[in-house]
């Protein structure tokens, strides 16, 4: 790492991606046996050698705790934290280091400026104005802000292909607006905002502007200055950087105002118990040790951007967004979400004709080694406006290439043609029938579909033993899709209706039913382990140590673990007064 700029290598177009691919190990790992092909860079880019070096040569060589050694290695350190905000403060051309602050990531710099920013200069009456397009970590801070000083949180709409309504933007500009907090770019549809216009406006109306650069800096040239963002924020783990980095950009005269946001160790001047005084720019806001090998791990990831040249970067994924936008218009039935004028390396879907739920999607692709994102992405306000609970997304980094957008479409194609339509069950009229137990108990059950699952060698075909399962599985009747009966914590729609054995006094059974296969899977296996069992035995059986066992555990996302434990809770709720 330098203070000055590193040497920029000539500008490739189009740029040697097997070079680039070469430089990061993960890359040549397998998934499911199969290459990896990695679509999620929006969510977090990986990582190339010269980092994952960095951070390994920090620890091995270079590791103090900083500002107060007064031996060598502490200053080496030191050097080496500060640096790396030397870089970020060239990469962003910030005036000056000082005004970069080091923080967790975005989320914690949208923290820190609506706890220390807002809960000084906002009143009642004053309104923050947000957009549909935001993620979550730019809504929740301003609502918790909002509600703390009787401000009101007002929102930007957006038109059918994910642009802001910017003559919208412009009525909602006001005396009243004390600052604008949108993102660069849009996580889950990939919209790029036109955040010069919005930070002129939103000054010639007298209010400051924080932009979101989460999904922004890894895709074109940043100047804070040349836009006049008051607040700049982004992560380093979307950066080719490490997790656990990243930065608050802040103009010095807002920063100075501004009080502490956390007080401890390295952010004073003087403590005494009569009062304290604070350290200048920047370590006011870097109270206790902070994350210096993530310092040292961004400082290195922004080296090797630049070494590559960060619009290059862009111009790659923009030529592989217009193939995969080409591509995935060709498949019918499968409608993309965001269409904006402007657009940076996003591409979200839903399937429509046949529906496929996106966590099949997702599920099913992943046994295929490729890696790509499903569900809310975090702005539950946009997939509301959308209206989807959730979309399939591909997001791009400098080291994807063409050969994976064909892979991701086909396939999304043999997808679509292996899907069978499910056998429905007629609504009202006949008695419903709930599944009776299929074994003496919950864990005579279980042995039967360990069993099972101990004959087949690994997850693919595991996932497949599910799928099928769920594909036997009767749909429930739509009268019983109630508010009621809806599981929340999962990805996926879920539903079940759990009663006592009609004529019994501690039977248990349900039937249940997800838009997605998998959870339809995992549906029938409950049923296989619950529906007709004893409410005693059922409080019995230790379904956690059993889901562990047959693997599920290392293979279901958490948010499927969650809503598969939400659903045993359920039953073990209406078993458990049950059980004597
Ligand atoms: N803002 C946007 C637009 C994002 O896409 C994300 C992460 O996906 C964040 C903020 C939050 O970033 P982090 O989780 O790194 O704090």
Known sequence: MTLNPPPRLPVQAPLDVESIRAQF??????????????????ASTQQPERVIEAVADY??????????????????????????????????SAA?????????????SINLVAASWGRANLKPGDEILLSTLEHHSNIVPWQLVAEATGARVRVIPIDDAGDLDLDAYRRLLTPRTRLVAVNHVSNALGTINPVAEIIAEAHAAGALVLIDGAQWVAHGRTDVQALDADFYVFSGHKLYGPTGIGVLYGKRHLLEAMPPYQGGGDMIERVTFAGTSYAPLPNKFEAGT???????????????????????????EQALLRQATERLSRIPGLAIKGTARRKSGVISWVMLDPPIATLDIGTQLDLQGICIRTGHHCCQPLMDRLGVSSTARASLGVYNRSEEIDRLAEALEAIQASSRPRVQTADGGRELVYPAAVAESPQAAAEEIAEIFELLPD??????????LGDKLPTMPESLKTEANHVSGCQSQVHIAARLKPGSRDIVEFLADSDANIVRGLIALLQQLYSGQR????????????????????????????????????LRRLASPLAG
């Open 59 to 92: 620890h091995r060589l270079h590791h103090a705790n900083i500002h107060r050694g007064v031996y060598g290695l502490s200053q080496t350190a030191t050097r080496l934290h500060e640096e790396a905000r030397a870089a970020v403060a060239r990469f962003l």
């Open 535 to 570: 409410a005693r035995d059922i409080m019995g059986f230790d379904a956690e140590a059993f889901f562990a066992r047959i693997g599920l555990d290392r293979h279901l996302s958490l948010t499927r673990r969650n809503g598969l434990e939400s659903m045993v809770r359920r």
């Open 25 to 42: 190990p993960i890359l040549k790992t397998l998934a499911h046996g199969r290459p990896l092909t990695y679509l999620d860079s929006a």
């Open 96 to 108: 000056e280091p000082a005004e970069c602050l080091f923080t967790r990531g975005a989320t914690e």
């Open 459 to 468: 997850w693919p075909m595991r996932h497949q033993h599910i799928i099928d």
């Open 290 to 316: 902070p994350n210096i090998s993530g310092a040292v791990g961004l400082g290195a990831a922004i080296d090797w951007v630049e070494s590559i040249g960060v619009e290059a970067i862009g111009l790659h």
